[in-house]
């Protein structure tokens, strides 16, 4: 598993373009070739882009669940809605499709976040609305999400 990491400003163009930033570049290498995933994220109105490895690996968990219960179907078809299939080109751009961009309320400017094994793309200023809010109780996360871990245990 590959983590990424950074965040880095893109300016997309009229078509939805963004050009990969070198840094950013240099750690998708080993996965470009391979094809990635962009959908909506589940939790804020971004968009999460999976290396295939990535992809392949959650569609495998997702495919464990019951289709013959009403809550996992409808949790499917929410999750995989409006997911597409993207490339970086050989000038090093990624497409965003124009509903995707829509969904996200992105602009021209282009934040790309890393969120350890996938990245995050957002609208500049929803983003930093988005660290600004977390920054409030951000103590507060950290000890209830990393809290009860021993030390040890994140080696």
């Known amino acids: 598993m590959q983590h990424f990491i950074g965040t880095y400003e893109c300016k997309a163009d009229a078509k939805g373009r963004i050009m990969i930033p070198v840094a950013l570049k240099k750690q998708l290498a080993a996965v470009v070739s391979q094809g990635f995933v962009l959908k909506r994220a589940v ?3 971004c ?23 009403k809550k996992n179907i409808d949790f499917i078809r929410r999750f995989t809605a409006g997911v597409k299939m993207v490339d970086v080109d050989a000038s090093g751009r990624l497409l965003i499709p124009k509903d995707l961009l829509g969904h996200a309320g992105m602009n021209k400017e282009v934040v790309v976040s890393s969120a350890v094994n ?12 988005a660290i600004d809010a977390a920054t409030l109780d951000f103590g507060a996360l950290a000890e209830e999400v990393m809290g009860d871990q021993n030390e040890n245990d994140l080696s």
């Open 43 to 45: 939790f804020n109105s």
């Open 47 to 69: 968009l999460e882009l999976y290396p295939m490895k990535e992809w392949e690996q959650l569609m495998t968990k997702i495919n464990t669940l019951n289709r013959f219960n």
């Open 118 to 129: 996938i990245l995050e793309l957002w609208d500049k200023t929803q983003y930093e609305e």
